[in-house]
C-alpha cells in the first residue's frame, strides 16, 4: 500500500510562489502521481500529473504556465513536487496528493492534503 505524506502548504499573497512536496512510499513501482486541489464548495480537480518511470507529466490548463510537477528520485527515495508560480487567488484549496498504480485506472492512495491560501 502506497503511503504519501504532503508539506509545504502555506499563505502566500497574489503573485507569490509555493512548492509543495509529496513523499511517495514506494520507490520501485511505477506510479502515476498527481495533485489535486479542492476549493471550498467546488469538486476536487486534477491540476497535474507524473508519471514515476518514464517522468511524462500533464498539467491542468487552469494551471498551464505557472505550475510545474517533477520528481526526485535519489538516495532510494521520491518525492513528488508541485511548484507553484504566479499563484492566483483562485489556486486557493486544500492541495492533496495521490497515486495508483500503471495498472489500474482509479488513484488508490491520498495524502492527508495541505492547506495553501492565496490573498489579493
Known amino acids: 500500500q502506497v503511503q504519501l505524506k504532503e508539506s509545504g502548504g502555506g499563505s502566500v499573497q497574489a503573485g507569490g510562489s509555493l512548492r509543495l512536496s509529496c513523499a511517495v512510499s514506494?520507490?520501485?513501482?511505477?506510479?502515476?502521481v498527481a495533485w489535486f486541489r479542492q476549493a471550498p464548495g467546488q469538486e476536487r480537480e486534477q491540476v497535474a500529473r507524473?508519471?514515476?518511470?518514464?517522468?511524462?507529466?500533464?498539467?491542468a490548463d487552469s494551471a498551464k504556465g505557472r505550475f510545474t510537477i517533477s520528481q526526485d528520485r535519489r538516495n532510494w527515495r521520491n518525492t513528488v513536487y508541485l511548484q507553484m508560480t504566479r499563484l492566483k487567488v483562485e489556486d486557493t484549496g486544500i492541495y492533496y496528493c495521490?497515486?495508483?498504480?500503471?495498472?489500474?485506472?482509479?488513484?488508490?492512495?491520498w495524502g492527508q492534503g495541505t492547506q495553501v491560501t492565496v490573498s489579493s
Open positions: 507524473i508519471y514515476t518511470r518514464t517522468e511524462e507529466t500533464s498539467i
Open positions: 495521490a497515486a495508483r498504480d500503471m495498472t489500474v485506472a482509479q488513484f488508490t492512495a
Open positions: 514506494e520507490y520501485y513501482n511505477s506510479l502515476s
